[in-house]
């Protein structure tokens, strides 16, 4: 029996439009109703994340920036593993010598080498109140950072994922997150292992958790999970490892998930 459910968000929840739909929303609610747990684990900084859980009602702790932060919205912070200055410094000076749109997360705040895009892109897709620093290696004298960020067109993420991997080998872990983004997060940081933290300290068994998601990030949930289960818009590293295939956001796959189980 499924005690536990951990859902990503965009691309699983939402799709572009950020609308989660009333069939999601009342199958969410049904859920938690029923005594089941409903979290979010996504790549998503906590407080735009708080936003959707505070919609939904969710008041179990959220796996943010893909696990590294893990925080309810009647909590403080309960498990944070940040990315070492060095680790930062060096991502951050590869962006800007490949020319890369860096993007860095430091104690909660969300800091940007420029603003190449509109703001409500930003705000849409990274987070609030996106503070440009053209040096972002002078953010780390005062702040603890959490990953670094790189927003590119999707056809430049395979190369960069390369050079990425290439450079951080087994320091850091190398992810996309997104069509357009491509992640330096802290090494064994993931959402299996953010998962695996939460059940644990829930007391869940791993075989009554169900996760769901759509993305190369999501992959480690979807196999550390008892019941793991990718959208129909998933990418096939996702749909590889799942245990179903639900139908794509846009069908309102996410209740189909939870009628089914």
């Known amino acids: 029996m499924i005690q536990l459910v951990a859902f990503d968000l965009d691309g699983t929840l939402m799709g572009a439009d950020l609308v989660i739909s009333i069939r999601v929303r009342n199958a969410i609610a049904r859920t938690i109703q029923s005594g089941v747990t409903v979290t979010l684990a996504t790549g998503r900084m906590y407080s735009a994340t708080a936003p959707f859980a505070r919609t939904l009602n969710l008041y179990a702790p959220l796996l943010c920036y893909q696990g590294g932060w893990i925080q ?105 997150s997104h069509a357009n983004f491509i992640e330096v997060v802290p090494r064994n940081v993931n959402k299996g292992q953010a998962l695996a933290w939460l059940v644990e300290m829930l007391g869940i068994p791993r075989d009554a958790v169900l996760a769901v998601g759509d993305q190369q990030n999501d992959v480690t949930m979807l196999e550390w999970a008892g019941t793991g289960v990718a959208m129909g818009n998933a990418v096939p590293a996702a749909q590889a490892v799942a245990d179903w295939i639900a139908p794509p956001v846009a069908q309102d796959g996410a209740a189909e998930v939870l009628e089914r189980y």
Do not use: C
Not at 104 to 117: E, K, M, N, T, V
Not at 123 to 150: C, I, M, N, R, W
């Open 72 to 176: 309810g919205l009647n909590t403080g912070i309960l498990h944070r593993v940040s990315l070492t200055d060095a680790l930062a410094r060096t991502a951050i000076a590869m962006g800007r010598a490949q020319g890369w749109h860096t993007v860095l997360y430091a104690d909660g705040l969300l800091f940007i080498d420029a603003q190449r895009l509109p703001l409500s892109y930003y705000e849409t897709y990274l987070g609030p109140d996106p503070v440009v620093a053209p040096d972002l290696t002078s953010v780390l004298a005062s702040h603890q950072p959490d990953k670094v960020l790189f927003v590119a067109e999707p056809g430049d993420i395979p190369a960069m994922a390369s050079q990425l991997t290439e450079t951080f080998r087994t320091s850091a872990d190398v992810m996309q």
